[in-house]
């Protein structure tokens, strides 16, 4: 294993995702990132100078739609596929940790 | 320049540098990325459709309207609308739904423009951007409605998806009646085009504010972000709060950090909400599901050539019919109220448009752009004013009597008032009898205490039954006095 | 694979025709599926859900339809199984996830609709890897699929489901995702045919995002011509797919007799290594067949192939990351209670995401944060238009380009899951297609180490589909024996 990622870059990693891993987790997933970032350095050597990224497969641009209403979704129907809800809207606990 | 908005901050030496970042909801039918209704005021989560609740499978497709409508704002304040393209910006929070805030990040629509106050300053604008809003939470028990201490929260998706411009001004702001005249500019802008109502009540325009102070001459300090100011007074009360706060830490030899602070209205201060250190990392890339906005010339020219007269230039217009500077109250205040086509309408009728201007502003300030009154019936009555036909007094008893009935003649309602013109002789007939039968206020007027003045030109108005015009009573009696 | 000794079609082009002239019921074609399903479902595990009832239904009311005349649609009664990523409404859509299942989406995807006017028949949900992301299909919430030819081996993935479906004769068409190789590698192993459009061809509208930039749906078929027929089916612009080509539905079936005569079919000099020699014995039958039926082969270089492999490792998984941000307990879906909500969002994702899932979040999340993006996914957005345009310069001297779909043919349950990289690997000749958004399929040519089905991997340029088609219906018809 390379130290191409640290354990500490990885624990933000995972807080930034929302994601909790045991310390034990953590060691092995620093592990596994390693491995495939060695992998992955294959492309340190190209020299990518003056080459366009390539966010999107086809050139397409000014796709937009007219400002016209549609149906919206039952209310009824989504509140009761979401984990709770009350009053006609959906219910988290406290917002606490994430900034007003 | 009038002192009276740029004149000098500044605090123990320090002056303030102050940018502006004004998110703006858009007067558009849908949302910004789909077809649900952008109204406020309807029962929570009825608005809502996979894209705007960021379902599993749900793809953003962009509202025409609303790239119009930032063009509207974006060539309002001379901005250069170019290629631009989306980007998702990432972080947590239950009013966000898909986890990402599809926003413009390095490539915005508008960029480099700038907005003159009323007063001639220039506040340079770096960009206007498209993004979404977030959805709304209210907090559940605890104290009023706060996050500390709720015990749950509730979200409604209606407003999440909306369409919101943020315009980002340059730090060119020096004292807080400038930041004040520019979100008001700002927004008559806006109401102008007809790119947003703007009503900061509502919350369909928000105001943030980057804050920092200096030694004038000096690097820029560190700044603050301060979130939350949610009226034109507001925006004057923290910017000001936050730049003594700056000065004073500086001044005890502490020095600035970086953060977003909160403005508390109730407490007129503002409070830490977070330092840079744990801001969030939002990982910005381009959108992927949305391309390219590249709004071809012609587009670009016919949405320019469509906008209406700036309230700058309608001040202008103003200002120079009435003989007035373009910040004069009078002027802002009309201006502010649309009333001004109709103060030039009435010029146009052959009236007098300074008189004119007085009367809207003092008397119209419940009517719309187009007052009841017909141009022509008030030009008349500013004309009888000029000819001396009637007092100050007179004009405003006819002017309420034409706004009661909807118009009229106003030489008709004047004559049935009986409001006649004062021969000259019978006024000073009146003036004698007022120093006859006050001999002692006369002797103190005359020995120079002016105060004397107002019973004697109370006995005359008294006399007249108030048809007397004061300033030629005060005329006459200093004649008399002087003589 | 299907055991339908009489002759009763078996084709979605027979079914359909059987069907729309009243020669056959769609009822009994349906019952004839669902008999297949109840006698080897339980070995294979293809499905997340077979929707009998509702297929049952849907058959009566076809058949109705054509008692009274009425065009029932050019895949009419025909028996598809779609990959559990897209949205049917008020169906259960889980993407093999536990974070999702249970969720019945309020809306259909835009491909539903279009098969729904199309007269095909909804038969149930297929396993995948979970959000597609893997390519065995053993990374599902609900337990692997496995491969039809031998239920040792994985079906490939992560539309594995789906491939094993067809294969298995429970359906006569499916539809799969392909991200980097989703149905083009699990049909190799499967020993059926399996294409990936042209992004933009088919609407991504209600298919559930892994990598928005690479996703692509397309279909699964025992015959090159069934896939054209459902390819023509489900293509066609989409209003609400801002990435939607906007042009009619592709035009592939009428030219798929044209043969390969003159046509410049190209073989890559430098392609990477790593193909087993029974896959690289078949490929170049391949080219010979191709010759004998009157092409040209050219040899071409497309150097920048071999590093389609870390682009689409840094870009894939850096979308992913924001992509699945969604799942947080909010709105739909599962949550784990807790005293915050930000603890909650937590608790709900590191308990609803299974490994590889969480792997690839953390891998894109970092790709993407601050200090890593120019690095990493900035330059991987460079590196894929640099295969971009190295496929443009090979297309200068080739019409289509052929390699093989899998590097290998189908591996036993458990070989590569200790080992992410290794499971990785075995999309090194599918991915750049993703990449660069051309169209690529895997059409069954033979078969290799212990009888299990290869496939060869057929790639044309952009919206090319009609060559990439021929290619594939001239190596249909001389399949080694
Ligand atoms: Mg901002
Ligand atoms: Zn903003």
């Keep these: ?100 | 320049m009038s002192d009276a908005i740029t004149s000098e901050w500044t605090f123990r030496g320090y002056e303030m540098v102050v940018g502006l970042e004004v998110h703006v909801e858009l007067a558009t039918r849908t949302k910004l990325f789909s077809a649900s209704p952008n109204r406020f005021g309807d029962e929570p989560n009825t608005n809502i459709d996979p894209v705007t609740l960021g379902l599993p499978g749900a793809l953003p497709v962009l509202n025409r309207q609303a790239v119009e409508l930032a063009m509207r704002l974006g060539l309002a304040v001379n901005c250069t609308v170019q290629r631009s393209t989306f980007a998702r910006k990432n972080y947590f929070y239950p009013d966000m739904p898909k986890a990402y805030q599809i926003s413009q990040y390095d490539e915005p629509i508008c960029i480099d423009g700038w907005l003159d106050l009323p007063d001639g300053f220039r506040v340079g604008i770096e960009r206007a951007h498209l993004e979404e809003d977030t959805g709304k939470s209210t907090h559940v028990g605890g104290t009023g409605g706060r996050i500390h201490g709720s015990e749950h929260s509730l979200i409604d998706f209606n407003r999440a998806g909306v369409p919101l411009v943020e315009i980002v001004s340059r730090p060119d702001i020096r004292t807080p009646e400038q930041a004040k005249a520019y979100v008001s500019e700002l927004r008559a802008i806006l109401v102008a085009v007809g790119a947003s109502d703007a009503k900061m009540e509502e919350g369909s325009m928000r105001v943030d504010a980057n804050v920092s102070v200096r030694l004038p001459g000096a690097e820029f300090g560190t700044r603050c972000e301060i979130k939350n100011v949610n009226s034109v007074r507001s925006v004057g009360r923290a910017i000001e709060y936050e730049a003594q706060r700056q000065v004073g830490m500086l001044e005890a030899g502490e020095s600035i950090r970086q953060e977003t602070r909160h403005w508390d209205e109730t407490d007129g201060r503002t409070h830490t909400l977070r330092s840079k250190e744990d801001a969030d990392d939002y990982r910005y890339f381009q959108e992927p599901d949305l391309v390219v906005v590249d709004p071809d010339p012609e587009w670009i020219e016919r949405v320019r050539f469509s906008l209406p007269v700036l309230p700058a230039a309608r001040r202008v217009l103003l200002a120079a019919a009435t003989g007035q500077r373009p910040d004069a109250e009078a002027i802002l205040v009309v201006t502010d109220r649309d009333q001004d086509a109709y103060v030039l309408a009435v010029a146009a009728a052959g009236g007098d448009a300074s008189r004119a201007l007085v009367h809207v502003k003092e008397a119209f300030a419940d009517e719309g752009a187009r007052p009841s009154v017909p141009a022509a019936a008030l030009a008349t009555l500013t004309r009888m004013e000029i000819d001396g036909e009637l007092t100050a007094t007179q004009a405003k008893q006819v002017l309420a009597e034409l706004a009661a009935g909807g118009g009229g003649d106003a030489r008709a309602i004047a004559a049935a008032k009986g409001f006649e013109a004062m021969d000259a002789s019978e006024l000073e007939t009146m003036v004698d009898a007022a120093i006859a039968a006050q001999p002692e206020a006369w002797a103190k007027y005359c020995s120079g205490e002016g105060k004397a003045l107002g019973a004697l030109v109370g006995a005359v108005m008294k006399e007249s039954r108030g048809q007397a015009d004061g300033k030629a009573v005060t005329a006459l009696l200093e004649r008399r006095r002087d003589a | 694979m299907t055991d339908l000794t009489d002759s009763f079609p078996t084709t979605a082009i027979d079914i359909a025709w059987n069907v729309r002239n009243n020669i056959v019921r769609a009822t009994e074609v349906v019952e004839r599926h669902l008999a297949e399903i109840e006698r080897r479902e339980d070995d294979i595990h293809a499905f997340n859900l077979v929707l009998a009832d509702e297929a049952r239904e849907r058959a009566a009311e076809i058949d109705d339809a054509v008692s009274v005349g009425r065009d029932v649609g050019p895949l009419a009664g025909v028996p598809i199984a779609l990959k559990d990523n897209m949205c049917t409404r008020g169906i259960p859509t889980t993407c093999s996830s536990k974070i999702l299942d249970g969720w019945r989406p309020p809306y259909d995807a835009t491909v539903v609709t279009k098969l729904r006017e199309a007269g095909a028949i909804v038969i149930g949900k297929t396993n995948l890897d979970e959000f597609a992301m893997g390519s065995s299909t053993e990374n599902s919430a609900f337990g692997p699929t496995r491969n039809p030819h031998d239920t040792t081996r994985v079906p490939g993935g992560s539309s594995g489901g789906s491939a094993a479906a067809v294969a298995a004769g429970f359906a006569a068409l499916s539809l799969g995702s392909d991200t980097g190789g989703s149905i083009r590698q699990p049909a190799a192993l499967c020993g059926v045919v399996g294409v990936k459009p042209t992004y933009g061809a088919v609407s991504r509208y209600g298919l559930i995002a892994f990598a928005s930039s690479l996703d692509q749906i397309g279909p699964f078929s025992t015959t090159v011509a069934d896939a054209s027929l459902l390819l023509e089916s489900i293509s066609g612009h989409d209003p609400l797919d801002s990435t939607s080509i906007r042009q009619g539905s592709l035009d592939i079936t009428r030219q798929l007799d044209f043969g390969v005569a003159g046509l410049r079919v190209g073989r890559i000099t430098d392609l990477p290594e790593g193909a087993s020699s029974d896959v690289v014995e078949r490929l170049e039958q391949a080219f010979d067949a191709l010759r004998d039926a009157g092409a040209e082969i050219v040899d071409v270089e497309v150097p920048a192939f071999t590093y389609g492999l870390t682009a689409y490792y840094l870009i894939a998984p850096a979308e992913a990351s924001s992509n699945l941000a969604r799942y947080d307990g909010v709105r739909f879906g599962n949550r784990v209670e807790a005293p915050d909500t930000n603890a909650m969002y937590t608790a709900t994702r590191t308990d609803g995401f299974g490994a590889e899932v969480k792997r690839r979040i953390m891998l894109g999340t970092y790709a993407l944060s601050a200090g890593y993006y120019d690095a990493y996914y900035g330059r991987a957005l460079k590196v894929r238009q640099r295969i971009a345009d190295d496929f443009a310069r090979a297309y200068e001297r080739a019409d289509v380009l052929l390699t093989p779909a899998s590097p290998t043919v189908a591996f036993h349950l458990g070989d590569k899951t200790s080992d992410p990289m290794s499971m990785y690997l075995c999309d090194t000749y599918t991915i750049p297609s993703n990449l660069t958004g051309e169209p690529a399929m895997s059409v069954p040519f033979g078969t290799g180490d212990d009888g299990l089905p290869v496939g060869v991997q057929v790639l044309a340029p952009a919206l090319q589909e009609a060559m990439m088609f021929r290619t594939a219906a001239v190596l249909e018809q001389r399949v080694p024996r």
């Design chain 1, 1 to 100: 294993m390379s130290d191409r990622i640290t354990p500490e870059a990885v624990a933000k990693v995972a807080k930034l995702a929302r994601l909790s891993l045991s310390d034990d987790e953590l060691l092995h997933a620093t592990h596994q990132l390693s491995d495939m970032l060695d992998h992955f350095a294959d492309i340190d050597a190209l020299d990518l100078d003056g080459v366009t990224p390539m966010t999107h497969p086809t050139p397409i641009a000014n796709v937009m739609r007219e400002d016209i209403e549609m149906d919206c979704l039952d209310r009824d129907e989504v509140l009761a596929a979401a984990p709770a809800a009350e009053d006609g809207r959906f219910r988290v606990p406290p917002i606490i940790g994430l900034d007003d």
